[in-house]
């Protein structure tokens, strides 16, 4: 029997920090699954997701992690997921959409855009931000599955970019990655 696991790590940046982490979750037998990391304000942000023997507990995985000889502190949380998520959870939703918003950079535009989403019972499965001179630039993935009508939400998003003064584009996941991605 295995344990699926996740495990969330912040510290200061620095090189090598990735191999150390990946290295911890190797040396106690972990299969890892999934990983996103990034790096904000001098900060590495993790989050993993992995499977290990019966007899890894998070509190081992955290103790390999904190033995790990660093110049930058890690804070690490694992957590043991039970159930175990089933493969359905990899795939994305028949009705995943992405949105892209532009605006001014200004307090409160996450907020504004991820309560239009709670509003209209829309999940967010992914967000990513960044600011580039005023400009705030959002990507989110969302499910739209709990959505009846499409026409309506674009609608209503249409009235509140206009209202906050956002450049807003909601386009099918497939669209989105048809034209956004590089054949080989």
Known sequence: MSREM??????????????DITGAIYELGGDLADLNQSTLG???????????????????????????????????VAREITPAPSSEHSELPRKTYIM?????????????????????????????TTIMADTYTMVLQLDL??????????????????????Q????HHDLFKVTNEIPF
């Not at 510290?11 to 990735?18: A, E, L, N, P, Q």
């Not at 001014?104 to 309560?115: A, H, P």
């Not at 807003?168 to 386009?171: E, N, S």
């Open 168 to 171: 807003v584009v909601l386009q």
């Open 42 to 76: 001098g900060y590495l942000t993790m989050i993993l997701f992995a499977t290990f023997d019966e007899g890894v507990s998070p509190a081992m995985l955290r103790e390999k992690i904190d033995a790990i000889d660093s110049p930058t502190t890690l804070d690490v």
């Open 145 to 166: 599955s709990r959505v009846e009508s499409i026409a309506e939400v674009r609608s209503a998003l249409d009235t509140y970019a206009h209202e906050e003064g956002l």
């Open 100 to 128: 892209t918003t532009q605006g001014l950079n200004r307090k409160g535009l996450v907020y504004g855009i991820s309560s239009f989403c709670f509003r209209h019972d829309i999940n967010i499965l992914d967000l990513a």
């Open 6 to 19: 996740v495990i969330s790590v912040m510290s200061k940046d620095r090189t090598g920090i990735v191999a």
